[in-house]
């Protein structure tokens, strides 16, 4: 029988501005305000606000609007203290309050933990940081503009892949910060600029670090000018030719410390933007995971170490399992680096059938997962079966949390702690650690 394609029907709005009442805000920090029952999503509009808004997108259960102007705001509305926030991708939430920003990702984080563990829990106290110059790390974008020959450089705009062209970002750290006009005056003299890509930067313990993403090679002249400066600097210079290849030109191998540790990396590697957040974080997790010494610890989603090596220092033995084998390598440096003999480190893809490697044939007395966005699905379901009677969940996406405790209850574990981690402050990013018990 011969189908025949009909096109689908779109829906039409008017676009004319509407004023709305902003009812609640979602967990991504959006405002909410209700037509004919169908939620409207309001990105910069807070709870308790009426505002004059246009539609942009209506489907049948949701629409979105665009923030024309707030008629009356809410208390906890401030003056973003960022030039660029109105265009630039990255903050979202400078519109709120230090203590308003909180309080929602609080809210957020319980309302969706009670809605899919079916558990109403008293959060515990959360772990904040310093809200300007908390960022160790950021990738600042390079175009040349072919009408002056200017560069730009800088973060995304909101919803485009145009550039903010920025000169200070005020949650970047002091020290990164300063090496942005550096790098861009000397950058701007480069014979073929059109060719640059991005900077990396990042500040580790020892050092700070420049990346350089180049898509042709650079002449001598231009890398001789940037190896000078970096060596003025005592800065770590890295050039990518290609995307994932990175070439050490000068400088000493940057670390970071936790704990009285050091962890040397790269700057492809996975480390946490907060470095203050960071250790508190890791110190919360020993915390409450209460390892002894004569437990049997198991990490998943190890990355570099980041809890690994805390956890050796204090257990009788400690498994990591990351999924990215040049992490396992560098884990496993760092633990001779530190002298840990106590830990080993395999990879695995925790998404697959994982059940018939070596360490699983082992017992352990307490689990620790710090899975990426996308949850622990791929193993969640099986973590009763390694002898657990502790589990401590690190999340950054409390949907993927709320979905997996599910898995966890049903095998038996109660939820007996939960916080946020303030990680990422004037953004709707939510951290968070939540303790499971059998």
Known sequence: MARFFKPTKKTSFSSKHQEMMIERMDHQGAGIAYQNKKPVFIEGAIEGEKVLAQLTESKSKFA?????????????????????????????QQHLNNDAQREYKQQALSQLMSKFANQTLTLSPSIESQDKAYRRRARLSIKLNKKNRQLVMGF??????????INHCPVLLDSLNARIPELREILTQFSNPAALGHIELVQADNTSVVVLRHTQKLSEKDLQSLTSYSEKNQICLYLMPEAGQLQHVTGEQPYYSELGLALPFL?????????????????????????????????????????????????QKVVGVEGVQDMVDWASHNALHNQLFNVEFYQANLEQDWQDLVWTREQFDKILLDPA??????????????????????????????????????????????????????????????????
Not at 293 to 307: I, Y
Not at 380 to 409: E, H, M
């Open 64 to 92: 979105k609007a665009q923030l024309i102007k707030v008629l009356q705001a809410s208390e906890t509305r401030v003056e973003p203290f960022c030039p660029h926030y109105e265009q630039c991708g990255g903050c979202n």
């Open 156 to 165: 995304r705009r909101k919803r485009s892949n145009e550039l903010v062209d």
């Open 267 to 315: 700057p492809s590697h996975f480390i946490q933007v907060n470095q203050e957040i960071n250790k508190k974080m890791v110190a919360q997790a020993m915390a409450w995971l209460s390892p002894q010494s004569q437990d049997r610890v198991l990490d998943l989603f190890c990355g570099l170490g980041n809890f690994t090596l805390p956890l050796a220092q204090v257990c």
């Open 373 to 438: 966005r996308a949850g622990a699905s791929g193993i969640i379901d099986k973590v009763s079966q390694l002898g657990a009677s502790r589990v401590l969940y690190v999340s950054c996406n409390p949907a993927t949390l709320a979905r997996d405790s599910q898995s966890l209850i049903e095998q038996g574990y109660q939820l007996v702690k939960l916080g946020m981690l303030d990680m990422f402050p004037h953004t709707s990013h939510l951290e968070s650690m939540a303790l499971f018990e059998k």
